[in-house]
């Protein structure tokens, strides 16, 4: 469009802008922090509360007050931090669910090329394989229903539904448990063996780095009170 916008808008008032981060602030305090997910809803959440701010600004309606309308069409602090705690919940769960969707078969991959191609105890190895098979499988179950769960079927399963939640937990405890199992019983095999591969190194590895993800991605979101976030020019 070529012309000018004359009204100004909520984003560039001052005053309506504090309003709006103030807000966003007592949201935080009633959130679990912590992680980036937390950041990047309440960072959305802003942008909503700014857009409506200047949508009412240009309709003639003063920054401030417009702020505070935009807010009070939202909802008070207590009931949106109480809708994003679910919502907070639903897109970790997604995000440990692709982590392990990515994760899962190149770590399959690594042990699979360590035990058939670094050892010459093949036996012994592969009943090492028999015995984290069921933590596999159930691990894959999970990690397959966090993913569809978190994703376009939660607008039929409900916005904030637990099953993405509950089926993440479970993904992540399975793979968590393999991993160690592995690196337990490749600790306890390599100490019978005379000449252990580098294979297992790299084996070793890739589970020891999914178990710290899978910390990082899991572990509880207890800090609270930032300030709410602001954008950069």
Known sequence: MSGQRAAPTGESDPA???VVDEYLRGVARRLPMGSPV????????????LEATATLTAGGTEPVAAARAAIADFGDEETIA??????????RARRIGITLLVTGPLVGLCWLVAVFFGTAHATAWRWL??????VIVIGAAATGLTVVSSG???RWLGPYTVMARRA??????AAGTGDLLLLAGCAALLLSSQRPSALFALAAGASTARLVLLGLLGRPL???????????A
């Open 129 to 134: 394989l028999v015995l984290v098979a069921p």
């Open 82 to 91: 109480r809708e994003l705690r679910g919502e907070l919940g639903t897109r």
């Open 16 to 18: 309506a802008v504090r």
């Open 38 to 49: 937390t950041r990047d809803v309440l960072a959305e959440l802003r942008d909503d509360l």
């Open 152 to 154: 376009r079927l939660s």
């Open 168 to 173: 993440s937990a479970i993904a992540g405890i």
């Open 222 to 232: 207890v800090r609270r009170g930032p300030p709410a976030p602001t954008r950069t």
